[in-house]
T-cell receptor, first 117, second 119 residues
Framework: GAVVSQHPSRVICKSGTSVKIECRSL??????MFWYRQFPKQSLMLMAT?????????EQGVEKDKFLINHASLTLSTLTVTSAHPEDSSFYIC?????????????FGEGSRLTVL | AQTVTQSQPEMSVQEAETVTLSCTYD???????LFWYKQPPSRQMILVIR??????QNATENRFSVNFQKAAKSFSLKISDSQLGDTAMYFC????????????????FGTGTRLTIIP
């Protein structure tokens, strides 16, 4: 299988604090990990692409200093929402592509719901 | 800009009926993958079916099949003998654009179709 685990699944924080979300590929090495944001009843919007050992590539309009992405190993990427504000409240989803035997398919985490009070 | 259009925001069909979800996209690439993903109420993204653009034969996966028209840039999903568990949001996702540096591609998601199967 190809399992991607995200943690935490739900987080509530106070405005001004930072929140870290982890994305792990449990049984494969991930060449690349992607971070998406999804507002209620809307589609997934790509925030950034991260490759192990490289700086993340952010989509236009996404603040890189606001959403810090670290991809330190082939099985772990983290998204840190710094100085969170209520407008950052959303559903964040990570996905990963396999290092070998690439079929083009992405494997998704369960998502993390962030609520900023 | 890469665009993906799903023209049906919502659809509902009776259980056991057949339903087709439409998707069109824009690209200048010749070789790429296309996917349909479903997102049930749990919010977990689940792969439904995958098509490779260089293959003329339409992909089939049990009750799910696609009608891929490369020239028209159309990629519709047909669900046969629909079941209650098919109720979900369905996203068309061509893998565009190609990232030639890293050799991998990112998915561009359509706006989604909310499908409800009625008992």
């Amino acid at each position: 299988g190809a399992v991607v685990s995200q943690h935490p699944s739900r987080v509530i924080c106070k405005s001004g604090t930072s929140v870290k979300i982890e994305c792990r590929s449990l049984d494969f090495q991930a060449t690349t990990m992607f971070w998406y944001r999804q507002f209620p009843k809307q589609s997934l919007m790509l925030m950034a692409t991260s490759n192990e050992g490289s700086k993340a590539t952010y989509e236009q309009g996404v603040e890189k200093d606001k959403f810090l992405i670290n991809h330190a190993s082939l099985t772990l990427s983290t998204l840190t929402v710094t100085s969170a504000h209520p407008e950052d409240s959303s559903f964040y989803i990570c996905s990963a592509s396999k290092r070998e035997g690439d079929t083009g398919e992405l494997f998704f985490g369960e998502g993390s719901r962030l609520t900023v009070l | 800009a890469q665009t993906v259009t799903q023209s049906q925001p919502e659809m509902s069909v009776q259980e056991a009926e057949t339903v087709t979800l439409s998707c069109t996209y824009d690209t200048s690439e010749n070789n790429y993958y296309l996917f349909w993903y479903k997102q049930p109420p749990s919010r977990q993204m689940i792969l439904v079916i995958r098509q490779e653009a260089y293959k003329q034969q339409n992909a089939t996966e049990n009750r799910f099949s696609v009608n891929f028209q490369k020239a028209a840039k159309s990629f519709s999903l047909k669900i046969s003998d629909s079941q209650l568990g098919d109720t979900a949001m369905y996203f068309c996702a061509p893998q565009l654009p190609k990232n030639k540096i890293f050799g991998n591609e990112k998915l561009t998601f359509g706006t989604g179709t909310r499908l409800t199967i009625i008992p």
